[in-house]
């Protein structure tokens, strides 16, 4: 088992371009959440899915982020102008029905 | 508005000694909670869980305790070792939800 896969680990970019991240969850989850790490807010839900479908995206902070699952094995979250405060750590996670989350290592995004 | 709160930012003691990680919660509508702990560059892992239906849940050297009446929750590490030194995140769920609420993470650093 792999575990969750997310790239890049790192991610540094200018204010206005776009950042896509990348997740594989664990093959035979059906649920998939990104997550932000921030100092002030700690972990923050944006978006999660089940059986690729969007459940809750009340999260998500503004229109600039999206995120799509177009299949089982594959999500992105792209932020779209980025802007320096979006500087954070992003985690995707995955879990089947009941069990406890699995979390990639996460991906520093630093926008200067 | 934080709905699980972790107050203190961090803790250190000695090794062999008992740690204790507070929580308190604001929504009385969760009935499940969590323990996660996590090490720098990587993803937070699952450490123990407590259903609001017991007051406590033991696993090895780590004892979750449940208030449901104060709305708060403690993580017991007894004896504490130099490898439990990581940031343990809190969270609670409710009504059987897989959207995880996380309070902001507590730094604890076991000395030798």
């Known amino acids: 088992d792999a575990g969750v896969i997310q790239s890049p680990r790192h991610e540094v970019t200018e204010m206005g371009q776009e950042v896509t991240l990348r997740c594989k969850p664990i093959?035979?989850?059906?649920?998939l959440f990104w997550y932000r790490q921030t100092m002030m807010r700690g972990l923050e839900l944006l978006i999660y899915?089940?059986?690729?479908?969007?459940?809750?995206d009340s999260g998500m902070p503004e229109d600039r982020f999206s995120a799509k699952m177009p299949n089982a094995s594959f999500s992105t979250l792209k932020i779209q102008p980025s802007e320096p405060r979006d500087s954070a750590v992003y985690f995707c996670?995955?879990?089947?029905?009941?069990?406890?989350?699995?979390f990639g290592n996460g991906t520093r995004l630093t926008v200067t | 508005d934080q709905q699980v709160k972790q107050n203190s930012p961090s803790l250190s003691v000695q090794e062999g000694r008992i740690s204790i990680l507070n929580c308190d919660y604001t929504?009385?509508?969760?009935?499940?909670f969590l323990w996660y702990k996590k090490y720098p560059a990587e993803g937070p892992t699952f450490l123990i869980s407590?259903?609001?239906?017991?007051d406590k849940n033991e696993d090895g050297r780590f004892t979750v305790f449940l208030n449901k009446s104060a709305k708060h929750l403690s993580l017991h590490i007894v004896p504490s070792q130099p490898g439990d030194s990581a940031v343990y995140f809190c969270?609670?769920?409710?009504?059987?939800?897989?959207?995880?609420?996380f309070g902001k993470g507590m730094k604890l650093t076991v000395n030798p």
């Open positions: 996670a995955s879990s089947f029905t009941g069990s406890s989350l699995h």
């Open positions: 899915f089940n059986n690729n479908v969007p459940i809750d």
């Open positions: 969270a609670a769920s409710k009504g059987g939800s897989e959207k995880l609420v």
């Open positions: 407590i259903s609001s239906i017991k």
């Open positions: 093959s035979g989850h059906n649920s």
């Open positions: 929504n009385s509508m969760f009935d499940y």
